[in-house]
């Protein structure tokens, strides 16, 4: 009894104190829920999910074929239409394996350097166009079907490969941000002014492997000329890749019967073709 009469009485007494701290706690727990509900609704819809890549741009009349791929498996789908220099038109549907995106993108990021020369650039160059290449199964069916109904000699045939990469448009990848006061020469930081938008940053090397580009479709010099010595090669063609360090450019070489600057290597004449 005497013990419920003092707490009786320490309430009276304490009454004013704890209205004030509840005055002051309720607010702030008041935002509290606020803040957590607001963080709940977030992580719902927030850009912390990353979706599967799915199927762009292809017509209508135009169904993806999955009769060479897995079932199981997730397809990306793309469907381009060009011009060759004479103005003939080309269309077509190809398909990549997510699994093999994903795939070429992990090699790239694990890729091991064994120095930080020009032959490292050149190691580089050769890994990533030796993992991808048998990878791109569904492209080489597309070209194979334009070659088979158009019946293209290997010049127009590697003018047809060409002009479908040279259309898709240039968009500029480097290995940091896509931020224009990261960078010194002229070129990049004004490209990054005036092209809002057409940048792929954080990509180790600064280049998108083959799988990557045909995939999102972003590439600049080097990613293009890279992803030719990949389809050409497969195609038995004679192709280098030819890269400046004083120009930050990167064109390809073919032993082709063209007229042309070209480029002489092991008594074999190489025709430079702009791939951008």
């Given at each position: 009894?005497i013990?419920?009469?003092v707490?009786l009485?320490l309430?009276?007494?304490l009454?004013p104190?704890?209205r004030?701290i509840?005055?002051?706690?309720?607010?702030?727990?008041?935002?509290?829920?606020l803040?957590?509900?607001?963080?709940?609704f977030?992580?719902?819809?927030?850009?912390?999910y990353?979706?599967i890549p799915?199927?762009?741009d292809?017509?209508e009349?135009?169904?993806p074929s999955?009769e060479?791929?897995?079932?199981?498996?997730?397809?990306?789908?793309?469907f381009?239409?060009?011009k060759d220099?004479?103005?003939?038109?080309?269309?077509?549907t190809?398909q990549?394996?997510?699994?093999?995106y994903?795939?070429?993108?992990?090699?790239?990021n694990?890729l091991?350097l064994?120095?930080?020369?020009?032959a490292?650039?050149?190691?580089i160059?050769?890994?990533?166009?030796?993992?991808?290449?048998p990878k791109?199964?569904?492209?080489?069916?597309?070209f194979?079907s334009i070659q088979?109904?158009n019946k293209?000699?290997q010049k127009q045939?590697?003018?047809?490969?060409?002009?479908f990469?040279?259309?898709?448009?240039?968009?500029?990848v480097?290995?940091?941000g896509?931020?224009p006061?990261?960078?010194?020469?002229?070129f990049?930081?004004?490209?990054?002014l005036?092209?809002?938008g057409?940048?792929?940053?954080?990509?180790?090397f600064g280049?998108?492997t083959?799988?990557?580009?045909m995939?999102?479709l972003?590439g600049?010099c080097?990613?293009?000329?890279?992803?030719?010595?990949t389809i050409l090669?497969?195609y038995n063609y004679d192709?280098v890749?030819?890269?400046?360090e004083?120009?930050?450019?990167?064109?390809?070489?073919?032993?082709?019967p063209?007229?042309?600057?070209?480029?002489?290597?092991?008594?074999?004449?190489?025709?430079l073709?702009e791939?951008?």
């Open positions: 009894i013990g419920y009469y707490f009485a309430m009276f007494y009454a104190i704890f004030w509840f005055k002051i706690i309720w607010p702030l727990l008041l935002v509290l829920f803040v957590s509900l607001f963080k709940l977030i992580s719902s819809v927030g850009s912390s990353v979706p799915t199927s762009i292809y017509p009349e135009t169904k999955t060479t791929l897995p079932i199981k498996d997730s397809v990306i789908t793309r381009r239409k060009w220099y004479q103005g003939k038109k080309y269309q077509g190809y990549i394996r997510l699994r093999d994903n795939q070429a993108k992990a090699f790239k694990n091991n064994y120095s930080k020369s020009k490292s650039s050149d190691h160059i050769s890994k990533l166009k030796d993992n991808d290449k791109l199964l569904g492209l080489y069916k597309m194979d088979k109904a293209l000699n045939f590697a003018e047809m490969v060409v002009t990469v040279q259309d898709i448009p240039y968009a500029i480097l290995s940091d896509c931020d006061s990261l960078y010194n020469d002229r990049t930081r004004n490209f990054l005036n092209n809002k057409s940048c792929d940053g954080y990509q180790r280049i998108n083959p799988i990557e580009f995939t999102h972003k600049d080097d990613t293009r000329t890279l992803l030719l010595y090669s497969h192709v890749v030819m890269s400046s004083f120009y930050g450019h990167s064109i390809l070489g073919i032993n082709l063209y007229n042309g600057l070209s480029y002489n290597y092991n008594n074999q004449k190489y025709i073709w791939t951008t």
